[in-house]
């Protein structure tokens, strides 16, 4: 089944850390650039990051860069999401998602379930 | 950054009907670098549309999109049950890519 599973998600104090994983399967990850996208409690849709499917191009939203770092391991079809210096309004469900770069559009195409993080003191 | 603006910000249509939904964004972003996502409530948004009027596998057919330049829509006939969620739209353009401020679509 193709399929992307998220975790690491919780609840963390302004200031703090927390690392994001995310699982591909049915498919290979490193055939893809993978993206990070969260959306705020009632809000709207955010991308946050993208990475190349050999880790060598990294982009950041600014209001992440920084304080995220994304990284992939190819070899266990992970993404991964380092969140540090984190802020109140961090707070969101962050989702990875596949990037058709390839393919007209540039669309995301496969999304994970979301994985919920919340900042709080 | 390119700002996308859908209108409209909600709207209720009957089981059966026709729904609009516009997307514009503040320059020109051509002709193949609009997607449009649908988002139900507690789930992940699935891809419907990409390239501006490219039906997405398994999407049906009553789900339709147009546009260029910086005018875009997404147009749902026969309305189905299924149908009424939340839509986006988002621009690959160019980085960082955007999405609109969502179109709900709610039962009369």
């Known amino acids: 089944q193709v399929q992307l599973v998220e975790s690491g998600g919780g609840l963390v104090k302004p200031g703090g850390s927390l690392r994001l994983s995310c699982v591909a399967s049915?498919?290979?990850?490193?055939?893809?650039?993978m993206t990070w996208i969260r959306q705020a409690p009632g809000e709207g849709l955010e991308w946050v990051s993208y990475?190349?499917?050999?880790?060598?191009?990294?982009y950041y939203a600014d209001s992440v860069k920084g304080r995220f770092t994304i990284s992939r391991d190819n070899a266990k079809n992970s993404l991964f999401l380092d969140m540090s210096s984190l802020r109140v309004e961090d707070t969101a469900v962050y989702y990875c998602?596949?990037?058709?770069?390839?393919?007209?559009?540039?669309?995301?195409?496969?999304w994970g379930q979301g994985t919920k993080v919340t900042v709080s003191s | 950054e390119i700002q996308m603006t859908q209108s409209p910000s909600s709207l209720s249509a009957y089981v059966g009907g026709e729904v609009t939904i516009t997307c514009r964004a503040s320059?020109?972003?051509?002709?193949?670098?609009l997607n449009w996502y649908q988002q139900k409530p507690g789930r992940a948004p699935k891809l419907l549309i990409y390239?501006?009027?490219r039906l997405e596998s398994g999407v049906p057919s009553r789900i339709s999109g147009s546009g260029s330049g910086t005018d875009y829509t997404l147009t749902i006939t026969s309305l189905q049950p299924e149908d009424f969620a939340t839509y986006y739209c988002?621009?690959?353009?160019?980085?960082?890519?955007?999405f609109g401020g969502g179109t709900k679509v709610d039962i009369k």
């Open positions: 320059q020109n972003i051509g002709d193949f670098y």
């Open positions: 990475i190349s499917k050999d880790g060598k191009t990294i």
């Open positions: 988002q621009q690959s353009y160019t980085l960082p890519p955007t």
């Open positions: 049915g498919f290979s990850s490193s055939d893809y650039y």
């Open positions: 390239a501006s009027n």
């Open positions: 998602a596949r990037d058709q770069v390839a393919r007209a559009g540039d669309s995301f195409d496969l």
